[in-house]
């Protein structure tokens, strides 16, 4: 019997890539893991499983109040002139800031129409004193 050369490929692999850091759901699976493997005979104490609940609630509030922080930060910087590093051109950008999101746990502010990470601010320019505050350096007339 004569083997014929075939065309064999082997399936996609699909490329696992770390989290760089742990959320809500991780921490869930986690605690729902380790108590359907505990020991039957030993299980984990009362006293254990709370103090871990209060851990994770407190690095809840505290990635809450994170976000809440770098929100406030970020709204008064609209109408403000800023400069910003573009990570995707390698370049920075001067502008004032339009608006604030915060889409998917990350504040981004927007110049020129385009979302930046509140991380790439590199400046802020003071407001003058006949720019005044919160008119977006339009004088009245």
């Known amino acids: 019997m004569q083997?014929?050369?075939a065309d064999f490929s082997l399936p996609d692999k699909t490329i696992r890539v770390p989290k760089k850091e742990l959320g809500q759901q991780d921490f869930l699976q986690l605690l729902m893991t380790q108590l359907r493997n505990q020991d039957p005979l030993e299980p984990q104490s009362?006293?254990?499983f709370i103090a871990q609940m209060a851990q994770f609630s407190t690095l809840e509030l505290l990635n809450s109040l994170d976000i809440n922080t770098q929100l406030a930060r970020a709204t008064q910087l609209i109408g403000r002139s800023v400069i910003l590093?573009?990570?995707e051109k390698q370049e920075n950008v001067q502008g004032v800031?339009?608006?604030?999101t915060l889409t998917d746990g990350q504040v981004n502010v927007y110049v020129q129409g385009k979302a930046y990470p509140l991380k790439s601010l590199l400046e802020i320019t003071p407001v003058s004193a006949e720019q005044g505050v919160g008119d977006g350096g339009q004088q009245g007339g």
């Open 97 to 100: 800031v339009e608006k604030v």
């Open 46 to 48: 009362n006293e254990q």
């Open 85 to 87: 590093k573009d990570s």
């Open 3 to 5: 083997v014929n050369a």
